[in-house]
C-alpha cells in the first residue's frame, strides 16, 4: 500500500542551527502539505505546494521556513534559526485532488 | 473564520460500549470531510472521507456520517484497540488546505 514516508523520526538540534526535514509524499499525488502539531495541540497547516511553488501558507510559515522538491520525488521543509518553540511533530502529507489526504509518521523536532 | 470544533475533548468508555464522537463545522465551500485516527507519537490515520450530506461510511466497528453542520463518528461495541485520537478535518475553498478540529481522545477499558 502506498504511503508517505518522512525521515528523520527524530531529530535534535540546538537552538539557531537549520534543519531539514525530509517527506517522500505518495508518487502519484500532486499535492503536498506540511502540518507541525505542538505537544498536546491542536494539528495546525503550515504550507502547501502545488505545481512546484507554494499554494497557500500560514501565518506561522515566515521567513524561518522554505519548503523545496528538489527531485521528482522528495519534498523538503528547511527550518532555518531553530527556536525552542520550533519544537513539535512536523508531518508531511500529500493528496490528489477530491481523494483522501495521507499523512506520513511525522518527524519529532526537538530543539535545545 | 472557519471552525472545526470536536467533542467531547475525552471520552472514556467500557469495552462493547457504544457511543458517538461529534465534528462540528463552519467553513464556506466543504470539499470533503476527513476522519483520522491518532496514536501517540504517531502522524493521522485516515479512516474516512465524506462528501455530501446524507453520506455514511463504515469501517469495522466504526461509522462515519455527515450533516450540513456537523459530522458523527458512532463507535459500535469498542475494543481497548480502538483507544485512540480521533482527528476531524475539514478541505473547504480549494484543496489548498485542510482545517483539524482538537481531537476526541477515546479511552476504552477492558
Known amino acids: 500500500e502506498p504511503e508517505v514516508t518522512q525521515t528523520p523520526s527524530h531529530q535534535v538540534t540546538q537552538m539557531g542551527q537549520e534543519v531539514i526535514l525530509r517527506c517522500v509524499p505518495i508518487?502519484?499525488?500532486?499535492?503536498f502539505y506540511w502540518y507541525r502539531q505542538i505537544l498536546g495541540q491542536k494539528v495546525e497547516f503550515l504550507v502547501s505546494f502545488y505545481n512546484n511553488e507554494i499554494s497557500e501558507k500560514s501565518e506561522i510559515f515566515d521567513d524561518q521556513f522554505s519548503v523545496e522538491r528538489p527531485d521528482g520525488s522528495n519534498f523538503t521543509l528547511k527550518i532555518r534559526s531553530t527556536k525552542l518553540e520550533d519544537s513539535a511533530m512536523y508531518f508531511c502529507?500529500?493528496?490528489?485532488?477530491?481523494?483522501?489526504?495521507?499523512f506520513g509518521q511525522g518527524t519529532r523536532l526537538t530543539v535545545v | 473564520e472557519d471552525q472545526v470544533t470536536q467533542s467531547p475533548e475525552a471520552l472514556r468508555l467500557q469495552e462493547g460500549e457504544s457511543s458517538s464522537l461529534n465534528c462540528s463545522y463552519t467553513?464556506?465551500?466543504?470539499?470533503?470531510l476527513f476522519w483520522y485516527r491518532q496514536d501517540p507519537g504517531k502522524g493521522p490515520e485516515f479512516l474516512f472521507t465524506?462528501?455530501?450530506a446524507g453520506e455514511e461510511k463504515e469501517k469495522e466497528r466504526l461509522k462515519a456520517t455527515l450533516t450540513k453542520k456537523e459530522s458523527f463518528l458512532h463507535i459500535t461495541a469498542p475494543k481497548p484497540e480502538d483507544s485512540a485520537t480521533y482527528l476531524c478535518?475539514?478541505?473547504?475553498?480549494?484543496?489548498?488546505?485542510?482545517?483539524f478540529g482538537s481531537g476526541t481522545k477515546l479511552n476504552v477499558k477492558p
Open positions: 478535518a475539514v478541505q473547504a475553498g480549494n484543496f489548498n488546505k485542510f482545517y
Open positions: 508518487s502519484n499525488h500532486l499535492y
Open positions: 467553513v464556506s465551500g466543504l470539499r470533503g
Open positions: 502529507a500529500s493528496t490528489m485532488t477530491e481523494i483522501e489526504a495521507f
Open positions: 465524506l462528501y455530501s
